[in-house]
């Protein structure tokens, strides 16, 4: 089954201390906003049924849930990263904009597909884009607006990098 990050709620949690949107459904990858991140969670084979470790992407089969976050949770080199407990998963469920509220970031914009009439050869395009205020000819709604000061979000963003940076010196 896969899921709407724009409509559906998903669970808040934290995964190496970093703030995440959790959802035992498939998201799919072509939905992700630039700039965004989705990663699968999966098992091991003795335990297909427990969180082990995030991954760019896992078969079906093999998927426990979906993550979608700001942040990059592993390297771009590694196939995956073991979780080794440093997740938190809450009972609170957000919407997309709720969790972009809640963590002072710009909230993306739902992708913009445009269709392509039949006399043109070039293929169908995605817009992705991120509002932040009144950005282009018309200004965006109050949702997509910056919630604070540039001096508070910085502030935030900060503090954000800073325990997610400590979780990950000490896996090291």
Known sequence: MRINIYKDKMRFARMFGAPVLYTPYFIPREDVPRGWRCYDLHGTDEAPDELYAVAD???AKDRIASILTLLP?????????PLKGMYEL??????LAEFCER??????????R????????EPASQQRGMS???MGSRAAP??????ASAAQI??????????????FTRTK
């Not at 949770?73 to 990263?81: E, I």
């Not at 963590?103 to 913009?112: D, F, S």
């Open 154 to 167: 910085l502030k935030h963003i900060n503090s954000e990098v800073n325990k997610w940076l400590s979780t």
């Open 73 to 81: 949770l592993k390297n771009g080199r590694t196939k995956s990263r």
């Open 103 to 112: 963590t002072l970031v710009p909230c993306p914009e739902p992708l913009v």
């Open 57 to 59: 992407t896992v078969k």
């Open 132 to 134: 932040m205020g009144s």
């Open 90 to 95: 809450t009972q609170e469920e957000l919407t």
């Open 142 to 147: 109050a949702l997509y607006r910056w919630p």
């Open 114 to 121: 445009q269709e392509v009439s039949s006399a043109s050869r």
